[in-house]
């Protein structure tokens, strides 16, 4: 049986739909919080979603907390009581080769 060649960093086992194999696209979840601007705040991904959701009230207390709100291009002044609210937290695609476009050369 032919086998899907993976990535050097990918599971050796990832699972596709229609494909064989034990392995889940859960193993390699990531995801990345975005400020009310819409930027991440925090340059690598996060493997959880709760550690993800865990970081936001750590950035808002060391980044935001001296000055008392947050200043956004979107919305204004935020008060950092309903901050929080305004966070997005999204879960980066996957490395699976068949989700990227083929290189150009």
């Not at 930027?39 to 907390?65: G, H, M, N, Q, V």
């Amino acid at each position: 049986m032919k086998t899907h060649p993976t990535k050097h960093h990918a599971p050796a086992t990832n699972a596709r739909p229609g494909k064989s194999g034990t392995g889940t696209k859960a193993e390699k979840r990531q995801f990345t919080v975005l400020s009310p601007d819409g930027l991440p705040i925090w340059p690598e991904p996060f493997e959880s979603y709760k550690a993800a959701k865990k970081f936001i009230p750590f950035w808002i207390d060391t980044y935001c907390r001296p000055q008392g709100f947050y200043a956004s291009l979107r919305y204004g002044h935020i008060s950092l009581d309903v901050l929080p609210r305004y966070f997005e937290i999204q879960e980066l695609p996957t490395d699976d080769e068949d989700e990227w476009p083929a290189e150009p050369f």
